[in-house]
């Protein structure tokens, strides 16, 4: 599958961004998404994923009630609606697919994504 994030840019503290991830070939409804960011100087850091039906939803502690993620298989979209926006959310955000049948309570790392998309980037002016 192959991924492609958009809808980043430069946001005032407490606005709101909706980012949207295309998804290209005929499976998408066989993996996990999730949304990764990775500010400069820092590794990447998981933010949300989403299961497959887009039933269920983990998120990492710091964007949790902020931030939600959604899917639409039927267009293979995935979204980020990120909301009460802090200076400290600003990265580059990356979408990302799991093959796996479940999704699980726990973030996951990096590694164990298995394609990802372009970045994109978010800025958060105080």
């Known amino acids: 599958v192959q991924l492609q994030a958009s809808g980043g840019g430069l946001v005032q503290a407490g606005g709101s961004l909706r980012l949207s991830c295309a998804a290209s070939?005929?499976?998408?409804?066989?993996?996990?998404m999730g949304w990764f960011r990775q500010a400069p100087g820092k590794e990447r850091e998981f933010v949300a994923a989403i299961s497959r039906a887009g039933s269920s939803m983990t998120y990492a502690d710091s964007v949790k009630g902020r931030f939600t993620i959604s899917r639409d298989n039927a267009e293979k979209m995935a979204y980020l609606q990120m909301n009460s926006l802090k200076r400290e959310d600003t990265a580059v955000y990356y979408c990302?697919?799991?093959?796996?049948?479940?999704?699980?309570?726990?973030?996951?790392?990096?590694?164990?994504?298995?394609?990802w998309g372009g970045g994109t980037q978010v800025t958060v002016s105080s």
């Open positions: 070939g005929r499976t998408f409804n066989d993996y996990i």
């Open positions: 990302a697919a799991k093959r796996s049948s479940y999704i699980r309570s726990r973030i996951y790392t990096a590694a164990e994504m298995d394609y």
